[in-house]
């Protein structure tokens, strides 16, 4: 089979440039006689794939020197339980939006260690919009501000107007950017910490990426697990115990990937057209919806109801036939989901605008 637009919200489809480049380096990579996966981590070649991965990151994301920039084990998930840990002592108190699954997860992982007060949630388990900023109520006291910034679930992304609202609290904001890093420009220093889950925007599953600003180091409690202190990492290069080698190594050609093309400003530029392209069909037809509030319609994740969820099955198992992969919607939330990440190329975009079209004409 040909390869197929997959829409997977992760683990997610990866550029084939650098599919292409792994295969052809597989077995032999750079004349070691080996493959990545089967190198010492500590090796002088692995550290130097390491070393660049590094430098590529902090270019297309241009991260400023005082933040520390790791690769952690887990994914996005036990950072969760890393955040309170590294950055509050008991009795402490923190602020979390909560505006969908994602957040909710972090929410109730933090209660495990501080005080959460929520600032603001959505109405429902599955949000539609960011609650209005009359709503929000931050706490005095919070150590930090927690969002997830695209709730990947539903497709419901924090925009500029309320991200300055929250910088302006002058607290560290903590971002849950999983579903949507690297893929606009992001200012880093307006962040405390940004973390991210690989298996979207970064590479295949198996490690997180953690961006910190350095003097939010050296503050975790005692209790910390070592292996979820950020400073250790930070201390050793990402790599106290040995991390998930393969898995990075594609990242790092994933970085390379981004670079090459012309950075996070011409993925951008794609990304919006890709994201306008499929919601203006989707709100120009009467066959299909979008719930989510237009200004917060996430980039990445597009979801949609069908006018009558009958034809679900017969969408599902017609868009797999035609090449167009796993647009079921989370269960959650019910109806389709079409994940358009960094690597989906607009032809994908496009494939499924005809597809949606023809199954539209067929079922009026
Ligand atoms: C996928 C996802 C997670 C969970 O990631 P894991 O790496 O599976 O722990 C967390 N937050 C968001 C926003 C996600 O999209």
């Not at 989370?330 to 079209?357: C, T, W």
Request: aromatic share 10%; charged share 20%.
């Amino acid at each position: 089979m040909a390869r197929a637009f997959n829409f997977s919200a992760g683990p997610a489809m990866l550029p084939e440039a650098v599919m292409r480049k792994a295969e052809a380096e597989f077995l032999d990579w750079h004349q070691t006689g080996m493959s990545v996966m089967e190198m010492s981590h500590r090796s002088k070649e692995y550290m130097g794939l390491l070393h660049k991965m590094e430098a590529d990151l902090r270019e297309v994301m241009q991260i400023p020197a005082n933040y520390k920039v790791i690769f952690t084990h887990g994914g996005a998930s036990l950072q969760f339980s890393a955040i309170p840990l590294n950055l509050t002592q008991e009795g402490d108190t923190v602020d979390y939006f909560n505006t969908g699954v994602w957040s909710s997860k972090a929410i109730k992982e933090a209660k495990r260690y501080v005080n959460v007060n929520v600032v603001a949630a959505g109405e429902g388990e599955n949000p539609t919009a960011i609650p209005p900023r009359a709503e929000w109520k931050f706490s005095p006291d919070a150590k930090y501000i927690h969002i997830c910034s695209n709730e990947t679930i539903t497709g419901l992304e924090f925009q500029e107007d309320d991200l300055e609202a929250i910088f302006a609290q002058g607290k560290p904001v903590i971002a849950d950017m999983s579903s949507n890093i690297m893929c606009r420009p992001v200012d880093v220093s307006k962040y405390g910490m940004i973390y991210a889950g690989a298996q979207k925007n970064i590479g295949p599953a198996g490690f997180a990426i953690v961006i910190v600003r350095e003097d939010l180091l050296g503050q975790a409690r005692d209790i910390t697990p070592t292996l979820l202190n950020w400073e250790v990492y930070a201390n050793n290069e990402s790599m106290f115990n040995t991390p998930a080698t393969y898995s990075w190594y594609l990242a790092g050609l994933v970085f390379a990937w981004l670079k090459e093309i012309g950075g996070v400003a011409e993925i951008a530029k794609r990304n919006r057209a890709k994201a306008e392209k499929l919601y203006a069909y989707i709100d120009g037809s009467a066959f299909y919806s979008n719930s989510i509030v237009k200004h917060n319609r996430s980039w990445m994740n597009v979801t949609f109801t069908l006018k009558d969820d009958a034809l679900d099955a017969a969408f599902l198992e017609e868009s797999k036939a035609a090449g167009l992969l796993s647009l079921k919607g989370h269960k959650a939330f019910g109806g389709m989901r079409a994940s358009i990440y960094n690597a989906m190329p607009e032809e994908g975009v496009d494939a499924l605008i005809a597809f949606m079209q023809a199954f539209a004409a067929k079922h009026v």
